[in-house]
């Protein structure tokens, strides 16, 4: 039996930086440019659109870089997993090469930023290494070192690794980035307030009106005008866009301890295997590293995620020096899009406009996918030479036909849970069988609800229909939240909406029992 420690449900990186107070607004608003979402492609987007000169104005739903960015593991590298052998056959040589290139930018326009703006955000240069274990494999590792090599990126295959186990091989790059992500943004969001732009938090914004001049409504009933508009939420909260057919949300776990900082591995590690794990660390203390272990990937609303904790706590146990033994741990879980095709989704939200753009789709790589949309979209909106990489990435991009069968196993996935949840789930007939400090989704008086009793006994009522589309939550027992499996809304065990596509929160219903 694993010995209990003490556990801070909440990432290192949020619990380690002091919150944010940007107010909301008090009135209607004009601007050059709307930034809507305040992660990491947001901040990264405003930043470079004020120090072109713009009049910015960014709205966060809730606070900034505590979203899906305050919960990441914090890698910036341009080598993502075996992507580049894939890349280079579905999209071509020359498409892979500048997919490198975009992302190797993003790792160097980073250090830059820290550098020229003397932001302290615990930076250092790492190898980034995609590793896997089983031996039959390793040609699949000489492969994508020999793709990531055309592509320009100075890879190479290695047979042996600093890990305190055996590995089949592993692909390595050099001088990459980890950092602490909100150290950066938050330092980044004051500097954006310095040079003349505006960052407003607990703006949630519901509605967009596209045109000459887009106008964007609030949740408190304000409304902004600008000429253009960005759509930074990681998951697209307007449907008009479409990209929510070529999207599918993951989740993954993510455990931190500090260890000696002898038993902490200097680079960053990955093993695109079956069951995903990933490897590294940060600065800690004098003594100490902090280790971090993620994995065990899963889609929203699937459940079952205390076990998945400890199973990935069982592995960082028995494979990392130092983790058992630590005197606290954090977890956290991290939010991913995957699309169709393996590249994000950066430029012109759809083929009808020219003044609404959109990032998403970054696929588990989005501390260098939002610092390459920082760049990508002031280059759209400001005018003037764009990024030799623009066209890999636009939206309007159409479907190739080996992606028709992913888009459409992304749909039946959503037409499973649409349907087949409404059939088939694991719904209690009763209020009285939700135990206290779980949740459960109940048929009250002829309507699905998601009922939650506290450790008091105390239950919460709301409608287990997503606001997006329709879909029913399900419980996640470990972080207590409502998760919508179709597109990954999430929502506290009140109904407010933690994450989109989501804008609006679930609705409240009366206790009650069920009709006979």
Not at 78 to 93: I, S
Not at 226 to 232: K, L, P, S, Y
Not at 322 to 337: H, K, M, S, T
Request: negative net charge; hydrophobic residues 40%.
């Amino acid at each position: 039996m694993a010995a209990e420690r003490p556990t801070v449900d909440e990432s290192y990186w949020m619990a380690t930086v002091p919150g944010t107070r940007f107010s909301p607004p008090d009135t209607d608003l004009t601007a050059d440019v709307a930034v809507i979402g305040g992660g990491i492609a947001g901040l990264c987007t405003a930043w470079e659109l004020v120090r072109a000169g713009l009049d910015v104005v960014l709205l966060e739903a809730d606070r900034i870089a505590a979203g899906v960015t305050g919960y990441t593991t914090a890698k910036l590298t341009a080598l993502h997993g075996l992507g580049y052998a894939r890349l280079e056959a579905t999209h071509g040589a020359d498409n892979a090469a500048l997919y490198a290139l975009s992302q190797q930018d993003a790792v160097e326009r980073t250090a830059a930023l820290c550098e020229e703006l003397g932001i302290d955000a615990d930076l250092e240069r790492a190898a980034a290494c995609t590793y896997l274990e089983d031996p039959r494999r390793a040609d699949e590792l000489r492969d994508e070192a020999a793709a990531a090599r055309r592509a320009g990126l100075d890879a190479s295959f290695v047979a042996d690794t600093e890990l305190p186990f055996p590995v089949a091989g592993a692909v390595r790059v050099q001088r990459q980035l980890q950092f602490h992500p909100r150290r950066f943004l938050v330092a980044l969001a004051e500097r954006i307030t310095a040079a003349g732009g505006r960052v407003h938090e607990r703006t949630r914004v519901t509605g967009l009106h596209d045109g000459a001049r887009c106008r964007l409504s609030t949740e408190s009933g304000l409304m902004v005008t600008v000429r253009d508009a960005v759509i930074a939420t990681h998951y697209p909260v307007f449907d008009r866009t479409l990209l929510f057919t070529r999207l599918k949300p993951r989740r993954e776990l993510v455990l931190a301890a500090p260890v000696p900082a002898g038993d902490a591995p200097k680079g960053m590690y990955m093993s695109p295997a079956d069951r995903v794990r990933s490897v590294r660390s940060a600065p800690y203390d004098e003594d100490r590293r902090l280790l971090i272990v993620t994995g065990e990937k899963f889609e929203p609303g699937a459940g079952g995620v205390r076990e998945r904790f400890a199973r990935l706590d069982a592995w960082a146990r028995e494979r990392m020096p130092g983790f058992a033994e630590a005197e606290l741990a954090y977890r956290w879980a991290a939010q991913d899009n995957d699309s169709s095709d393996h590249l994000p989704y950066v430029g012109y939200a759809h083929p009808g406009t020219q003044h609404v753009f959109v990032a998403t789709g970054f696929g588990g790589w989005g501390m260098s996918n939002g610092v390459m949309t920082g760049r990508l979209l002031a280059a759209h909106i400001v005018g003037g030479p764009r990024p030799a990489w623009t066209d890999l990435y636009d939206p309007r991009r159409l479907p190739q036909v080996r992606e028709t069968a992913e888009v459409a196993k992304f749909q039946t996935a959503v037409a499973r849970h649409f349907v087949g949840d409404r059939l088939h789930t694991g719904h209690v007939d009763s209020m009285d069988e939700v135990p206290p400090g779980s949740g459960a989704v109940v048929r009250l008086e002829g309507h699905r609800c998601a009922v939650y009793r506290d450790e008091s006994g105390e239950a919460r009522v709301v409608s287990a229909r997503c606001t997006h589309l329709g879909c029913l939550v399900q419980f996640n027992d470990a972080e207590k939240v409502w998760e919508c499996p179709c597109h990954g809304s999430r929502f506290g065990t009140d109904g407010a909406v933690l994450h989109g596509p989501a804008t609006r929160p679930l609705e409240p219903r009366e206790p009650g029992e069920p009709r006979g």
